[in-house]
């Protein structure tokens, strides 16, 4: 029988398999191997790139005191370029290939309607020149290019300039000049941060939508990377200089966070306000994670060294609704005096701040600052905001300086009872004109007038201490200083020492920042007029200071501590913002504000007739329009301050209640408000609000964004 598998067939068949095999083989290791590392066709050979890559932590959020959610983080995706990779060996791209890549992506962000960073300070057409506005950080850092440049004249033109960059960077005559403008203005940033490595690094473009995002990651753009964040979103338009920003560290900053606590140069941090004061408890602990990616951009593997930690929440110490009122009754009552047909154009308002603080606790409730302006939108609006002569972005709560006028005059009453000038029933003679008169040519050195004298033509006649704090007497602490042994000077220490023990011109404890005034005594007199003119401490030096219209300058927070220290029987507690601090899942509380008490003033008496003179001006004194009548016992002062004899005069108001047992205190103060008794409607307006059963402003719901 003839055999069907002949030995010869089955050998030929496996030969052939074989052979099959192999030429497979070196085929796949032909085009995997051999052809995928040479640089046939121009391409580079296989090359992986690894980078670590900071994963940003959640920032904790910032409640209100009643849990009002105020400022959270989402989660958002910027645009970053590699500069490395960009111009790396083993990159695809060639010089023009990488300014091509520059301009395809600054027009897909234009086309996309986005923005991206382009610092470079001359004009985008021609004819080209440098921004007449440049910001003095541009300034220094094109200072520091040019100067880098050592071939480059500091006094080149700005065509100049472009034509060199244009050739520094490679870009093709090809292309037109107002795109090679483009592309220099990113290489610029490119290059300024390896000039200068105190510059955070560059980001083409933040925050920008998922649908550009995977737009740009189609198309595999080699050193263009996307990379995760959190930006900061706002849910009031309220309170904007309390809650402040973040950003990129600042040169300002730059001590602080880099070299004394280890920032990385790019960490994103609080700039102002309880953004930085309270950064230390926002702040979250920042993660790694190793990304690899090969020649083309595509990643191909990610490993993750650190999970980020998230940031715990802050609680403020402020009622946002609270807050809320303030700003109304601040703004209606400042556009309703800037509206009265007696009031010039010259004459407006320029600006004012109200501070609301808790008595016991010194927990602030409320801090205004007029004009103001919209977190959400300051990066938009700052150009407009930083030209606007009123000064929006000020914080005039913390930061403006005032003369008291003669809401100090309850500390030249203590400084006349604690020196025994004044008692409680003593009384002096108010004939409305007050003269100093020289010891040696008996001839009028100094004449001073009472406010009532050109009024009623006479002055207020015989006044105790209560009284002429109530009736806001001159003459009555012109006098009682006047009477002070040696009182040119002792006098002015007098009420300098007094001063600073109710917290005027002292730090007030406010975790943001603050300026400290100035107490005018003779030793700042002294200091101020050095080799300028007599530095001479003289009555007429006293009796100004005496009224508060000498050189004492205060801020309203400091305004609000004293009048606070009144109502607390003459114990000065510090001022807050923090109420208390939650773990980043809400679970603990790592912090709870306890008051701190600065300083307590021994003369409890004393402070017994201050109080009592301020409630007088409300029932029956300069107050008493408003206040006589009010379902709740109030203690105020008016103030007055002249400016210049032109100028209108700025309106000062300080109050707290209810008298008999205060919760509140408040100081106002108005830039040409007129006096106080114009803007003390504005305190009513509070003390109506939180003093109410019902409040007229509706709680918003945990999360929901005001309109």
Not at 204 to 213: G, L, S
Not at 614 to 642: E, L, P
Request: charged content about 20%.
């Amino acid at each position: 029988m003839q055999k069907l598998y002949k030995p010869f067939r089955i050998g030929l068949i496996f030969t052939l398999l074989a052979v099959m095999m192999a030429v497979y083989i070196l085929t796949l290791y032909r085009i995997q191997i051999v052809e995928a590392q040479s640089p046939g066709d121009g391409l580079p050979p296989v090359s992986v790139t690894r980078r670590n890559i900071t994963t940003v932590a959640a920032r904790g959020n910032i409640y209100d005191r009643n849990g009002i959610l105020l400022v959270s983080g989402r989660p958002a995706l910027n645009i970053t370029l590699d500069w490395n990779q960009l111009a790396s060996q083993n990159s695809p791209n060639s010089p023009a290939r990488r300014n091509e890549i520059i301009l395809d992506l600054i027009y897909a962000t234009l086309d996309a309607g986005l923005s991206y960073t382009d610092t470079l300070p001359i004009t985008m057409g021609s004819p080209f020149e440098f921004l007449a506005d440049m910001t003095t950080t541009q300034r220094r850092r094109l200072d520091r290019y040019i100067e880098f440049h050592r071939g480059l004249d500091p006094d080149i033109t700005a065509s100049e300039l472009l034509d060199w960059m244009r050739r520094h960077y490679q870009i093709d005559y090809t292309i037109g000049i107002n795109d090679a403008r483009l592309i220099m203005g990113v290489r610029y940033e490119l290059e300024i941060r390896r000039i200068d490595g105190g510059i955070p690094p560059y980001v083409f473009a933040h925050d920008v939508p998922h649908d550009f995002v995977a737009m740009i990651e189609e198309r595999h753009k080699h050193g263009v990377h996307i990379e995760n964040t959190f930006v900061r979103e706002y849910h009031t338009p309220y309170a904007a200089h309390l809650l402040g920003y973040v950003g990129g560290i600042t040169e300002a900053l730059f001590e602080r966070f880099v070299t004394e606590l280890g920032y990385p140069r790019d960490a994103i941090v609080g700039r102002v306000g309880a953004e930085l004061a309270f950064e230390e408890y926002l702040r979250g602990i920042s993660g790694s994670k190793i990304v690899t990616t090969n020649i083309y951009g595509t990643i191909t593997d990610i490993v993750v060294d650190q999970e980020p930690v998230p940031g715990n929440h802050v609680f403020l110490s402020i009622d946002i609704e609270l807050q809320q009122l303030a700003e109304y009754a601040l703004r209606d009552h400042i556009e309703t005096l800037n509206n009265h047909p007696d009031r010039s154009e010259l004459d407006r308002i320029t600006g004012g701040a109200v501070v609301v603080t808790d008595v016991r606790t010194g927990e602030v409730l409320a801090s205004v600052s007029y004009p103001t302006f919209n977190l959400a939108t300051r990066v938009e609006d700052f150009s407009d905001l930083s030209a606007d002569p009123n000064r929006p972005l000020f914080n005039r709560a913390t930061q403006g300086i005032y003369s008291p006028g003669s809401t100090f005059k309850m500390v030249t009453a203590f400084a006349a009872l604690r020196e025994g000038t004044a008692t409680r029933w003593s009384q002096i003679n108010c004939t409305g004109l007050y003269r100093i008169i020289n010891s040696r040519t008996g001839e009028v050195d100094f004449t001073a007038r009472c406010w009532i004298l050109p009024v009623i033509g006479a002055g207020h006649g015989q006044l105790n201490v209560v009284e002429s704090l109530a009736h806001s007497c001159n003459y009555f602490f012109f006098e009682s200083m006047g009477r002070i042994p040696s009182y040119a000077r002792y006098a002015g220490f007098a009420m300098g020492n007094a001063s600073r023990e109710f917290g005027l011109g002292m730090p007030t404890g406010i975790q943001i920042g603050e300026r400290l005034g100035r107490v005018g005594d003779p030793d700042f007199k002294h200091e101020w007029y050095t080799e300028r003119q007599d530095q001479s401490w003289f009555l007429a030096d006293t009796a100004l200071t005496a009224f508060g219209q000498g050189y004492n300058m205060f801020t309203p927070v400091q305004l609000a501590t004293y009048t606070a220290t009144i109502a607390n029987d003459g114990v000065r507690n510090a001022l807050t913002l923090l109420s208390r601090v939650r773990s980043a899942d809400l679970s603990q509380v790592l912090y709870t504000h306890t008051p701190t008490v600065q300083h307590v003033i021994e003369e409890t008496e004393f402070i017994r007739y201050l109080q009592a003179g301020m409630v007088g001006a409300s029932q029956w004194g300069t107050a008493r329009s408003m206040f006589a009548d009010y379902n709740i016992r109030v203690a105020s002062k008016t103030g007055t301050v002249q400016r210049t004899y032109e100028d209108v005069n700025n309106g000062l108001f300080v109050a707290y209640a209810p008298a008999n047992n205060p919760e509140i205190a408040i100081a106002i103060v108005v830039e040409r408000g007129g006096s106080g008794g114009a803007i003390m409607g504005i305190a009513r307006d509070i003390f109506d609000y939180y003093f109410a059963t019902t409040r007229r402003f509706p709680v918003i719901a945990y999360g929901d964004l005001r309109p």
